[in-house]
């Protein structure tokens, strides 16, 4: 069984800046996705960014140039810089792991509270 425990989250001022962090523990692919993503009030939850192992990273444009994924995986950790941070980033951010060989996991973290006061 796969756990991840988010961390990070907070209030801060337009402009400022937050790192997220995720610990995954468990059993699990090497060969893998992880990505956050974030769900504000009333709205569907949305691809923030995502990381493979391998290092390859995709971004949705409303946080390009902004924020910053990245992976240890030594520590099966990942994390999220985020700057420059807009009142319309206040949503709940939830961690996400992919496998991508057998046993297929599709797991997520219970998330947790960004909010950026204007």
């Known amino acids: 069984q796969v756990q991840l425990v988010e961390s990070g989250g907070g209030l801060v001022q337009a402009g400022g800046s937050l790192r997220l962090s995720c610990a995954a523990s468990g059993t699990f692919s090497r060969v893998n996705i992880m990505g956050w993503y974030r769900q504000a009030p009333g709205k569907q939850r949305e691809l923030v960014a995502t990381?493979?192992?391998?290092?390859?990273?995709n971004y949705a444009d409303s946080v390009k140039g902004r924020f910053t994924i990245s992976r240890d995986n030594s520590k099966n950790t990942l994390y999220l810089q985020m700057n420059g941070l807009k009142p319309e980033d206040t949503a709940v951010y939830y961690c996400?792991?992919?496998?991508?060989?057998?046993?297929?996991?599709?797991?997520w973290g219970q998330g947790t509270q960004v909010a950026v006061s204007s």
């Open positions: 990381i493979r192992s391998g290092g390859s990273t």
């Open positions: 996400n792991l992919l496998t991508l060989q057998w046993p297929i996991i599709n797991s």
